[in-house]
């Protein structure tokens, strides 16, 4: 049994050339969406965050 205590949480952040696809394609496969896609005038980027079996959350992002 693993009884580790994470001192943060763990994220990843990849990039999408196509943003809307890859929403559409991770959907299909059932994956865990967190958050849906938002548009971020402040920073001019499009995201949307999943998450990976173990829990830990993967941002997918496009900078426009």
Same mark, same amino acid.
């Given at each position: 049994?693993?009884? $580790?205590?994470?001192?943060? #949480?763990?994220?990843? !952040?990849?990039?999408?050339?196509?943003?809307?696809? $890859?929403?559409?394609?991770?959907?299909?496969? %059932? +994956?865990? =969406?967190?958050? @849906?896609? =938002?548009? %971020? $005038? !402040?920073?001019? /980027?499009? @995201?949307?965050? =999943? $998450?990976? #079996?173990?829990?830990? /959350? =993967?941002?997918? +992002?496009?900078?426009?």
């Amino acid at each position: 049994e693993n009884n $580790a205590v994470r001192a943060s #949480p763990v994220f990843l !952040s990849v990039m999408a050339r196509d943003i809307q696809a $890859a929403y559409a394609y991770l959907r299909s496969q %059932h +994956v865990t =969406i967190q958050r @849906d896609i =938002i548009f %971020h $005038a !402040s920073w001019g /980027g499009t @995201d949307f965050h =999943i $998450a990976d #079996p173990d829990g830990n /959350g =993967i941002q997918v +992002v496009l900078y426009e």
